[in-house]
C-alpha cells in the first residue's frame, strides 16, 4: 500500500503549534511528490508522536517543578500566625510623672522664658506635657442614678474646673457628688459651688480637710487672644480609661459657632474622645487657652472648645458668688 506525501501532511499539524511555524528536529517531509509504503508512514507518524510526548513530559515536570517549590515556599514566606491572647483589662492607677510643686513652678518658668526668647528646643513639647500633666483632674461622677467619666483642671490653689455635662447636670452645693483623681494617685470628692448649663462650665471646690491646698499646683488661664496656627497641646482623661492622656495640634479657627449656643469656640485638630470634655488646652507657654467641650461626631480632626476670655469671665463669676454666699 503506497501513500502520497501530500496525505500525511497532518504530520505537521501538532496541538499547539501554528502552521507556519516548523517543528524543531522533527523528521523531514519530502516536498516533492513521493509514494510512501505502510512502514514508512508509521515510522514518521510515531516519531511525530514521541517526539510530542517527549515535549509534553517536560512540560508536565516543569509545571510540578513549580508547584512544589511554591508549597514548599509557602511556610516560610506565610509562617503560621501565633495566637494572639486577648489584652488585660486597663486599671487607672498612680500615674508616673508626678512632681513636687517647686519643680512645677520651675518648669512654668522655663516655658514661658522659652516662649519670650522665641527660642523652643526639641523637648519643649516634653517640658509642656510634664509642666501640664499634674494640673489635670481625671473626674467621675458616682452619684447612684449617673455614672459619668470626664476631665478638669486645677485653679486658683483649690478649685477644680470642668465642663457642666461632665457632672451630670447635678444641683450645686451637692456635698461629695463628685470624685477625682490626681496625677500622683490622690483621690477625693469635691462640692460643686456653681454652674452655667447653656455655656457648659461647672465649678468645684476641693477639700482642704482631704488637700494641703498649698501644695496643688494651679492653672493659668491667658488673657491673651488666640491666633489661627498656634501651637497647642489637650491633656484629658479619654474614655474614663487612658488618664492625662497628652495630644498636639494646632488652632484650626477662632470663633466657630454650634447649633443655637451663643458662644465663640475654638476649634482645634488635637485627638479629642469621649472623656476629655473637661480637660485644658494648653498654648507653648503652659497657660490655659481653652476647655474641650464639643467633639464633632463623623469628623476627625475636629474639636470645639470654650475659648480663654469666655471661660475665665464664667469661673470667676461663679467663684465670686459662692464667695458671697459663704457664711461670714
Known sequence: MYISSSTIQFARLWPGRSN????????????????????????IVDAKLKQQSRKDWR??????????????????????????SPPEPIEMRAEEGSISLEHHK????????????????????QTLSQYARPLVVAIEQVDP????????????????VTNHHVIGG?????????????LDGRSGR???????????????????????????PSAEITREPVRAG?????????????????????????????????????QTDAAINPGNSGGPTFNM?????AMNTIRMDGAEGIALSIESQTLQRVVDKIIREHAQKAPK
Open 20 to 43: 507556519n511555524k516548523k517543528p524543531h528536529s522533527e523528521t523531514p517531509i519530502p516536498d516533492s511528490p513521493h509514494l510512501y509504503t505502510r512502514q514508512e508512514v508509521e515510522a
Open 230 to 266: 498656634e501651637s497647642i497641646i489637650a491633656v484629658g482623661n479619654p474614655f474614663g480609661q487612658f488618664g492625662w492622656s497628652t495630644t498636639t495640634g494646632v488652632v484650626s479657627s477662632i470663633n466657630r459657632h454650634e447649633s443655637n449656643i451663643p458662644l465663640d469656640y475654638l
Open 145 to 160: 442614678k449617673l455614672f459619668t467619666a470626664g476631665s478638669g483642671f486645677l485653679y486658683q490653689d483649690r478649685f477644680i
Open 190 to 216: 469635691a462640692k460643686i459651688i456653681g454652674a452655667d448649663k447653656m455655656i457648659d462650665v461647672a465649678v468645684l471646690e476641693l477639700n482642704p480637710r482631704d488637700f494641703d491646698l498649698e501644695a496643688i
Open 59 to 84: 512540560h508536565r515536570m516543569g509545571a510540578l517543578m513549580v508547584l512544589v517549590t511554591s508549597l514548599g515556599g509557602y511556610r516560610y514566606l506565610h509562617p503560621p500566625v501565633p495566637p494572639v
Open 285 to 289: 507657654a503652659g497657660d490655659v487657652v
Open 106 to 125: 520651675r518648669l512654668a518658668a522655663q516655658l514661658k522664658a522659652k516662649v519670650a526668647s522665641n527660642v523652643m528646643h526639641l523637648d519643649h513639647l
Open 170 to 182: 447635678l444641683a450645686p452645693d451637692k456635698d461629695g457628688a463628685i470624685q477625682f483623681r490626681l
